[in-house]
C-alpha cells in the first residue's frame, strides 16, 4: 500500500510517499512560505517525479497537532481533499510521536519538543529499543521547568527532537541532564514520520473515519 502524508504542524512543510515501508520520496520546504500555497503544490510535484497519480494512492496521512493551529488546519484541509476526493481512508496521527518515528537513530529516551509559547512546550516522553517505539507520558503542554524534574529521573540519553529542542536544550544545559541535541535536519518535523505512524495504525487494524478527523491542539 502507497501513504501520502502531510506535515505543516511547524515553519516547514513536508510531504512523503511510503510504499510498504519504503520511503519512496519526501519533500521537505522551510522557506516560510504560507503552507496553503505550497503544500498540495508539493505533494502533486511529488506523485509526478515518482510517475505516480492520485489513483494510486491507498491511505493518506496527517500530522493532527499538537502544533501552531494555523499549520495543522491546513495540513488538515489538504488530507481531507485529498482523501474525500477518492473516497480513501485517512489517519490522523500525532505530531509528537510522527517527529521521534522520523528522527529515532539510536536506542534511548526521545523528548518530542515544540514551542508552545507561554513559556511551555507540546511534549511527549517515548522510549526507542530495537526499533520499537513505546509511550512513556500522553501528548501535552507542560513547563520546561516541570519538564526538568521529570528529566532528572532519567538516566539518558534523552534525546530532543523538534522545533522547540533547542529551546528546551539551551533552557536547561546548567543542568546537568543527559540531553542530547539531535541535529537540524532530524529534528525537524517530517512527513516520513507521519507516514511511518500512520503504517503502524494500519498495522493495528486501527479504524480510520476522515469525518471524525479533528485537530488536537491540547489547548
Known amino acids: 500500500m502507497k501513504i501520502l502524508a502531510f506535515e505543516s504542524s511547524a515553519k516547514a512543510a ?4 511510503l510504499s510498504d515501508g519504503l520511503l519512496l520520496a519526501e ?3 522551510n ?11 508539493m505533494a502533486k510535484n511529488m506523485l509526478t517525479s515518482c510517475d505516480l497519480t492520485p489513483q494510486d494512492i491507498g491511505a493518506v496521512a496527517v500530522a493532527a497537532g499538537p502544533g ?5 488546519r491546513i495540513g ?4 481531507k481533499g ?8 485517512l489517519y490522523g496521527v500525532s505530531t509528537l510521536e510522527a517527529m521521534v518515528r522520523g528522527a529515532a537513530c539510536a536506542d534511548g529516551v526521545y523528548c518530542a519538543c515544540m514551542d508552545a509559547r507561554k513559556g511551555q512546550i507540546y511534549n511527549a516522553l ?11 507520558t500522553e501528548d501535552r503542554a507542560i513547563a520546561i521547568s516541570e519538564l526538568s524534574q521529570e528529566l532528572k529521573n532519567i538516566p539518558g540519553p534523552v534525546y530532543l527532537a523538534g522545533d522547540g529542542a533547542k529551546l528546551v536544550f539551551d533552557t536547561l544545559k546548567e543542568e546537568n541532564l543527559p540531553l542530547r541535541l539531535l541535529p537540524e535536519h532530524l529534528r525537524q518535523q517530517r512527513a516520513s514520520g507521519v507516514a511511518l505512524t500512520a503504517m503502524e495504525k494500519i498495522a493495528a487494524g486501527e479504524p480510520a473515519d476522515a469525518a ?3 485537530p488536537n491542539y491540547l489547548r
Open 14 to 17: 513536508s510531504t512523503a510517499l
Open 82 to 89: 485529498f482523501a474525500w476526493g477518492r473516497q480513501l481512508p
Open 76 to 79: 488538515m484541509a489538504c488530507a
Open 212 to 214: 471524525a478527523l479533528t
Open 27 to 29: 519533500y521537505t520546504q
Open 31 to 41: 522557506s516560510g512560505q504560507t503552507h496553503s500555497r505550497t503544500l498540495m503544490q
Open 126 to 136: 517515548f522510549n526507542w529499543t530495537d526499533g520499537a517505539l513505546l509511550r512513556r
Open 68 to 72: 501552531s493551529f494555523t499549520g495543522v
